[in-house]
């Protein structure tokens, strides 16, 4: 079955410490995105990327970094300059650039980020 | 910037309603609105896609319209059920390909 996973679906975080979030992808899309959701907010956009080896800034990239080495991949780190990251996170993907405008997007099942 | 704002924050009705949630946005170039379900601590289902160029879109017994001139989008869920109890978002995809989300709005469907 075509989709895309995230893991793990549960994250602590240190103080000081970066931490890797995952997000694969089988359904050959190109463009792939980073979602950060607080309780009762909507998706805000982290990070997004329309081919590989290539992405952009969304609005609140400040403490984030992510790579694009394949297309299924769309690895994201919060890092520890990211001072309030407790959040859920998800990672969803469509057909790049105007193709995305005729396609509907698909999400990943999320990551719980909390800070110990 | 475009700015997306959904009314109600929160909705109860009992199971048999017909109901209606609103979207509105700032920024009438958009490529298409988009209403998403999302069940508690899981990720974002695409329930229905609008082109800016459509008026409206059917899935079963929910009807989604777009007034893209006004600024506003509503889904119409008929017969309600306390399966349809979720969090629904709308979210505009602008002219740079990003989708901009509004905050949701909890319904909950009471048997």
């Known amino acids: 079955d075509g989709g895309i996973t995230q893991s793990p679906k549960y994250l602590f975080r240190k103080e000081g410490q970066n931490v890797t979030l995952s997000c694969e992808q089988n359904?050959?899309?190109?463009?792939m995105y980073w979602y950060r959701q607080d309780p009762g907010q909507g998706l805000r956009l982290i990070y997004y990327?329309?081919?590989?080896?290539?992405?952009q800034k969304g609005d609140i990239a400040e403490g984030y970094s992510v790579s694009r080495e394949k297309k299924e991949s769309f690895p994201l780190t919060v890092t520890s300059a990211q001072k309030n990251p407790t959040a859920f996170y998800l990672c969803?993907?469509?057909?790049?650039?105007?193709?995305?405008?005729?396609?509907?997007?698909?999400f990943g099942s999320g990551t719980q980020l909390s800070v110990l | 910037k475009q700015e997306v704002t959904q009314i109600p924050a929160a909705l109860s009705v009992p199971e048999g309603e017909n109901l209606v949630l609103n979207c509105s946005f700032t920024d009438s170039a958009i490529y298409n609105l988009q209403w998403f379900r999302q069940d508690p601590g899981k990720g974002l289902t695409s329930l229905l896609l609008i082109q800016s160029s459509q008026r409206e879109q059917t899935s079963g017994r929910l009807n989604a319209s777009l007034d893209k001139s006004s600024g506003r989008s509503t889904l119409y869920i008929a017969a309600s059920q306390p399966g349809d109890s979720a969090t629904y978002l709308c979210?505009?995809?602008?002219?740079?390909?990003?989708?901009?989300f509004g905050s949701g709005t909890r319904l909950l469907v009471r048997p």
């Open positions: 969803a993907s469509s057909p790049p650039g105007q193709g995305a405008t005729n396609e509907k997007l698909f």
């Open positions: 979210a505009v995809m602008d002219s740079s390909y990003k989708l901009i």
């Open positions: 990327s329309q081919i590989v080896n290539d992405f």
């Open positions: 359904l050959n899309h190109d463009a």
